[in-house]
């Protein structure tokens, strides 16, 4: 008996149709992952442009280094950074910056006032150690820096103040224990004398320490360690503090 196949569609042939009959299935490739978008930054940084932690993970930072300032060029250099950006200070964000960084104690910032007293307020409750350098100091800002209360430390270099008195009242509620000042105005010692009793360690640093400074510097009878670097003293201008 002959067995005939069905005729083949117009314009095709058997093996085609064969072809076209079974199921197609989609290439099987192996998806690449994704490139991180962020690398961890280390526990310490040093900056010349905010800019750059905003691709960093900032959650394992605890001391952060800001060179925001022309003075700061010897640091940039030791650290291989390149001048900050004309631009720096408008880009620098410290809510975002507390947001990013919870465990974040230690932070230096030289320029930038303007940023530093709008942004203060995120970081009050963390900050252990504080370095400002190159900014004027007024009654607002001295009163967000006193506010910080965890603060434990509190280095000024290279800052002016704006009316002494009021910045003395401000400081009032203040808590840090260890202070320095370098190249600091003489009313530095009114600030001090505001906070006077809770001063364990006193740090002084430049020729702006004079005797006349260091009178002052007798009603700080809480200060156990006192220290002077390139400040020219002699020992008759330590018989103000014995």
């Given amino acids: 008996t002959e067995i005939k196949g069905a005729e083949p569609s117009p314009g095709s042939t058997p093996l085609r149709d064969d072809l076209e009959a079974v199921p197609r299935r989609a290439p099987n490739y192996q998806a690449s992952p994704e490139p991180a978008r962020t690398r961890r930054a280390p526990h310490t940084l040093t900056v010349s442009n905010p800019r750059v932690l905003d691709d960093l ?23 291989g950074l390149p001048p900050p950006p004309t631009d720096a200070c408008s880009a620098l964000d410290l809510w975002s910056l507390a947001e990013r960084a919870p465990g974040l104690t ?3 910032i030289s320029g930038c006032g303007d940023r530093i007293r709008a942004g203060f307020g995120a970081l009050a409750g963390r900050i252990r150690h504080l370095r400002i350098s190159d900014m004027k100091i007024d009654p607002v800002l001295a009163g967000r820096i006193a506010e910080m209360p965890s603060l434990v430390e509190l280095s000024m270099s290279r800052v002016t103040m704006e009316n002494p008195s009021a910045i003395s009242l401000a400081f009032g509620p203040a808590s840090f224990s260890v202070v320095t000042f370098q190249d600091a105005p ?19 640093e430049g020729a702006w320490v004079t005797a006349d400074a260091l009178r002052d510097l007798s009603i700080l009878h809480s200060v156990r360690t006192l220290a002077f670097v390139g400040t020219g003293i002699t020992n008759g201008g330590l018989s103000f503090v014995q």
């Fill in 186 to 204: 003489t009313h530095a010692m009114q600030m001090l004398r505001s906070v006077s009793p809770k001063i364990k360690q006193l740090r002084l």
């Fill in 106 to 108: 230690h932070l230096a």
């Fill in 57 to 79: 993970d900032l959650g394992s930072l605890s001391k952060l280094e800001l060179t925001l300032h022309p003075e700061d060029t010897p640091t940039r250099l030791a650290a």
